[in-house]
Nanobody
Framework: QVQLVESGGGLVQAGGSLRLSCAASGRTFSSYAMGWFRRAPGKEREFVAAIRWSPYYADSTKGRFTISRDNAKNTVYLQMNSLKPEDTAVYYC?????????????????WGQGTQVTVSS
């Protein structure tokens, strides 16, 4: 198992950028698929991006967000550019030891506590 701690959220104006970080404990971090999800007010939690060896993105974030990982630092990042008010949400980091569908919420069994991202118009 891994424990996950997100950081980097905050308030930003539309068009701005933020970088989220997710620090993981555990010696087997490199073997996990890592994902970012978000939940906007009144909506279901949704897939944002994920990475094992290659990155995967939701259509709504492709071209604006970049997911990356540094296995030496046990950290996964989400660089968010050209932010829009509709990106406002709590962003969660998640880890999966095994997966068939890397974009599916039920794939992940380890979750962070979330970090708030607010984009003002």
């Amino acid at each position: 198992q891994v424990q996950l701690v997100e950081s980097g959220g905050g308030l930003v104006q539309a068009g701005g950028s933020l970088r989220l970080s997710c620090a993981a404990s555990g010696r087997t971090f490199s073997s996990y698929a890592m994902g970012w999800f978000r939940r906007a007010p009144g909506k279901e939690r949704e897939f944002v991006a994920a990475i094992r060896w290659s990155p995967y993105y939701a259509d709504s974030t492709k071209g604006r967000f970049t997911i990356s990982r540094d296995n030496a630092k046990n950290t996964v990042y989400l660089q968010m550019n050209s932010l829009k008010p509709e990106d406002t949400a709590v962003y969660y980091c998640a880890a999966a030891a095994y997966y068939s569908d890397i974009a599916k919420i039920n794939t992940y069994d380890q979750w962070g506590q979330g970090t708030q991202v607010t984009v003002s118009s």
